[in-house]
T-cell receptor, first 111, second 114 residues
């Protein structure tokens, strides 16, 4: 079945440093979604990318969807302590009903 | 709107007991799903539904049953609880447009099976 992999599993940064997490799917995705989960909380939707090669920005966050629609990345510029949490990517297969999540990247930010 | 609600928030079961985790949404979403979250394993799909009367299995369906008699409700039943089912359970819902889109998650149920 479809597999969605994320690297790294953990990332520790100093406040002000940049952060990137990568997401790779074993199959072509119809879209890629990104979520953030704060410690003790539930996942919260950040963004969805649909088109091949698409790039979207939300303030310090930049999201990319690969040309083959099998990979994606989330880049945070100049991290802040409010960025702490686990970032998940998720995607349905083309014409699929299942939404498969990656294992997530847990980000800690040292002030 | 209350969004997605889940009850109970916490539950302790003994091995072999059964119970139902409740999930309800008031956004008229067609798509609903259940995930379990274990440390270091992300969110794993248990069951999902694309509308009332339609359910299907996810990655880890064994030991769980679901039904979808209304658009609003999607209960998850544990048939005979086992310690391996100790986890945090999240219910989610979204619009359906040929695929699942932005997921709205409930606050979760923390289940411990002893």
């Amino acid at each position: 079945g479809q597999q969605v992999m994320q690297i790294p599993q953990y990332q520790h940064v100093q406040e002000g440093e940049d952060f990137t997490t990568y997401c790779n799917s074993s199959t072509t995705l119809s879209n890629i979604q990104w979520y953030k989960q704060r410690p003790g909380g539930h996942p919260v939707f950040l963004i969805q990318l649909v088109k091949s090669g698409e790039v979207k920005k939300q303030k310090r966050l930049t999201f990319q969807f690969g040309e083959a629609k099998k990979n994606s990345s989330l880049h945070i510029t100049a991290t802040q302590t409010t960025d702490v949490g686990t970032y998940f990517c998720a995607g349905p297969e083309t014409s699929g009903s299942r939404l498969t999540f990656g294992e997530g990247t847990q980000l800690t930010v040292n002030p | 709107n209350a969004g997605v609600t889940q009850t109970p928030k916490f539950q302790v079961l003994k091995t072999g007991q059964s119970m139902t985790l409740q999930c309800a949404q008031d956004m008229n979403h067609e798509y609903m799903s259940w995930y379990r979250q274990d440390p270091g394993m992300g969110l794993r799909l248990i069951h999902y539904s694309v509308g009332a009367g339609i359910t299907d299995q996810g990655e880890v369906p064994n030991g769980y049953n679901v039904s979808r008699s209304t658009t609003e409700d999607f209960p998850l039943r544990l048939l005979s609880a086992a310690p391996s089912q100790t986890s945090v359970y999240f219910c989610a819902s979204s619009y359906w447009a040929g695929g699942p889109y932005e997921q709205y998650f409930g606050p979760g149920t923390r289940l411990t099976v002893t």
